[in-house]
């Protein structure tokens, strides 16, 4: 109980996180560990580490869509999770991001069990927030930023989200110690205009990052 006290105050404490937000994520919480044996939507060694393996890490990329946000030119904003799962990083971030009204939140799930469970909570928190039951390469809509987690190697992130990402969309990726590798991969392949590495300080200490890639565009072949 100590150490999940502690990593809900770090939580709280690092991303300035109001009560009433704080009062969603632990209901969330609730849900996420009532529903894990019927859905199986997290692994078992992180069961009690929630907050800090999933939400503390999630809420680190808010941060960096909050200033997307604020410097772009457009009047509103869509942000797509793909391959949502228990809603990371996108149900954090719209939880995070909900009295934002320039921002649209889309969270694809090809799991039926995994979206409607994501749906239940949609629900339950009151948040708007659009769940779809698919895969992200059979959706028409694009996308202005794009998150995603455990979901793919980086090349094969890129080319499963590139018919929902417009020519100047963001993804926003989260990679772990390999990241390197696959960002040279990514680079035989694919072209950008930039790509900044956000090392992620987050309380596992797993010397991830977070990669802010714009404007992804396929490689022509000589």
Sequence with gaps: MA?????????????NVSRETMSKFEKYED?????????????????????????????????????IIGRTEKK????VDVGSGAGFPGLV?????????NVSFTLIESNKKKASF????????????????????????KFDLITARAVAPLNKLVKLVSKISKKDSILLA???????EEVRLLKKEWNYKSLIVKNNIDLE????????IDSVSKKSRP
């Design 205 to 212: 200490k797993s010397r991830g990052v977070l990669l802010l």
């Design 76 to 79: 509103k904003l869509s942000l």
């Design 31 to 67: 849900i996420l560990k009532a529903s894990q044996k019927k859905f199986n939507l997290i692994g078992k060694s992180t069961e009690n580490k929630i907050w800090a393996r999933h939400f503390y890490d999630s809420a680190f990329s808010c941060k960096f869509v909050l200033e």
């Design 174 to 180: 989260f990679k772990g110690q390999s990241w390197e």
């Design 118 to 141: 994501l749906e239940s909570i949609v629900s339950l928190l009151g948040l708007k927030v659009k769940v779809i039951n698919s895969r992200a390469e059979e959706q028409k809509k």
């Design 93 to 101: 971030i719209a939880l995070m991001c909900q009295k934002i009204s």
């Design 3 to 15: 150490e999940v006290f502690y990593q809900k105050e770090a939580f709280k404490l690092t991303y």
